[in-house]
């Protein structure tokens, strides 16, 4: 099939909430009345949980189809029904980062983090449907993938890390269409940046707008150095790059976006420095507080704005606090507000801002609701909520437009590390 062609068509383990969690914050979980949601989380930390008194990993339960010859990367599940409260728990063999369901339900297909395997998944029963590698020379996942009409997915596809030559087109990623089900290639075509990542489809699903960390990492070293970060919006039907969007912000990385035009997109950038400079930040805090246990390396996240295209002009925007805005994690639209709401999981934040100019029009300090390290943002499928989640612990609720916290409406559950969530 050509790319014309489709265009053409187109309980285990579960968390119990601590003194000071989201729980305490907000009581304890309540039926919704309407459309009551499922959440997806992937745990990147299933080495330090435990089921049956052994370790997670080891347990053939929660391994389920996955090959037994397989010995590579695995990533803990974890599936929420907001209906009865129930939690369930899957092993899954990648290196899992972000979740995509079918419109409609039924399938969910999930890219690795430059690793080496993609799956497919039954979203409701959580058994394994499909696991595949990645074609061509020397590619990985690009953590992310968007399903698109006709049963077919487009992902999110990088190059392995290699020594940088100076030209950033030598490094460029891909996107490959696939089959949904089976995961088979069908057409691929380049990404048009570096590193690859998040995605979604404007244009009434005619184009995709893909964001490019832009950076590359020298073996040994956690400083990224940053060459092109970008978005490309490529046409799907021919692969043909129709436009590349830069943000003036140098020395950052542009990692997730959220929008559904041309004119209407945002991204967040993400700023890397070390410790020193992250100490040097926080020197006129007066209070006492504990590190930021988000860095996996020697660094540390420095403030960094989010950046957006609108028909009214593009913009750049820190909060008046920019200690606030840390290491942003997820960025989701509402258009009914025409609001973008992102997550800045070092600072414990929510922001606000708004899609024509980028108006900060509230910053929502987490942690004072109980909410630790923001991660996940998703649209609840009741039209009348968003869902946060912590990074290690618990979901809150808040209403959309007026972006309070939902008193009742919390879940406690422990979710073992995650960057995203999905909810259905």
């Not at 907001?82 to 899992?96: H, K, Q, T, Y």
């Not at 404007?202 to 400083?223: F, K, L, P």
């Not at 309070?404 to 073992?416: K, T, Y």
């Amino acid at each position: 099939m050509r790319r014309r062609q489709f265009l053409a068509g187109s309980a285990a383990l579960a968390g119990v909430g601590a003194a000071g969690s989201a729980a305490a914050a907000c009581g304890q979980p309540e039926i919704a009345s309407m459309r009551p949601a499922v959440y997806l989380v992937p745990g990147y930390r299933p080495d330090l949980a435990f089921f049956r008194g052994r370790p997670a990993v080891e347990s053939a339960e929660l391994r389920g189809r996955i090959p037994a010859r397989y010995d590579g990367p695995l990533t803990l599940l974890t599936r929420i029904d907001e209906a009865d409260g129930s939690v369930r728990r899957a092993l899954m063999p990648l290196r899992g980062h972000a979740i995509s369901v079918r419109p409609g339900g039924g399938l969910a297909v999930w890219n690795s983090m430059e690793g080496a395997t993609l799956v497919s998944f039954d979203p409701a029963s959580l058994e394994l449907g499909q696991m595949r590698g990645f074609e061509g020379e020397a590619m990985v996942g690009g953590g992310h993938a968007v399903f698109l009409a006709d049963g077919l997915v487009a992902i999110a596809e990088r190059k392995q890390r290699q020594s940088y030559t100076g030209r950033p087109a030598d490094h460029y990623g891909q996107v490959t269409i696939r089959e949904a089900e089976s995961l088979r290639v069908l057409e691929s075509f380049s990404s048009h940046g570096m590193a690859p990542h998040d995605m979604v489809l404007i244009d009434g699903g005619g184009q995709v707008a893909i964001a490019h960390y832009g950076s590359h990492v020298a073996e040994g070293a956690w400083r990224p150095q940053i060459a092109e970060p970008c978005i490309a919006i490529l046409e799907l039907g021919s692969g043909k790059l129709v436009e590349k969007l830069r943000p003036s912000e140098t020395g950052a990385e542009l990692r997730h976006l959220a929008g559904i035009s041309a004119d209407r997109l945002a991204a967040v950038l993400v700023r890397r420095g070390s410790a020193d400079e992250e100490a040097g930040l926080l020197a006129s805090r007066s209070e006492v507080y504990e590190p930021d246990t988000s860095p996996w390396d020697e660094g540390a996240f420095l403030p960094a704005p989010v950046v957006g295209f609108a028909r009214e002009g593009r913009w750049q925007r820190l909060p008046p606090d920019a200690l606030l805005a840390r290491q942003a994690q997820t960025i989701l639209y509402d258009r009914v507000s025409d609001e973008f709401i992102a997550t800045f999981t070092s600072s414990h934040a929510i922001g606000v801002f708004a899609a024509a100019d980028g108006r900060v029009k509230r910053m929502i300090q987490a942690d004072r609701l109980g909410l630790r390290y923001p991660r996940g943002l998703a649209l609840h499928p009741d039209g009348l909520h968003y869902a946060a989640s912590g990074s290690w612990r618990d979901l809150m609720l808040f209403r959309r437009g007026s972006h309070e916290a939902v008193a009742g409406r919390a879940i406690p559950a422990v979710l073992f590390e995650h960057s995203h969530m999905t909810a259905v």
